[in-house]
Nanobody, 125 residues
Framework: QVQLVESGGGLVQAGGSLRLSCAASGRTFSSYAMGWFRHAPGKEREFLAAITWSGGRTYYADSVKGRFTISRDNAKNTVYLQMNSLKPEDTAVYYC??????????????????WGQGTQVTVSS
């Protein structure tokens, strides 16, 4: 069992930056791939980024590639999402998730077993 708690959301102006953190409980954190997703009003939940259990590989959606960076610190049971050059369309509730899957399916939401409660990110124009 893994429990996930996101933090770091807030209100930021367009062009600004935020770093989201996701703290995990449980000894098995380092064995899971971790992903970040977001859900904006009127839209489906969207994959953003993922990182393998070792941190050796990262994957990004085209919409955030070059602007967002995912990383993890297994010693701290924490995964991060550094978000730069934020745009108003990045406004959403951001979720972290943990799961075990083949890397070619790492962007699929239904492959993640554990989810945080979400943190709101609002980008003003």
């Amino acid at each position: 069992q893994v429990q996930l708690v996101e933090s770091g959301g807030g209100l930021v102006q367009a062009g600004g930056s935020l770093r989201l953190s996701c703290a995990a409980s449980g000894r098995t954190f380092s064995s899971y791939a971790m992903g970040w997703f977001r859900h904006a009003p009127g839209k489906e939940r969207e994959f953003l980024a993922a990182i393998t259990w070792s941190g050796g590989r990262t994957y990004y959606a085209d919409s955030v590639k070059g602007r967002f960076t995912i990383s993890r610190d297994n010693a701290k049971n924490t995964v991060y999402l550094q978000m730069n050059s934020l745009k108003p369309e990045d406004t959403a509730v951001y979720y972290c998730a943990a799961g075990s899957m083949l890397v070619n399916t790492i962007s699929r939401m239904n492959n993640y077993d554990y989810w945080g409660q979400g943190t709101q990110v609002t980008v003003s124009s």
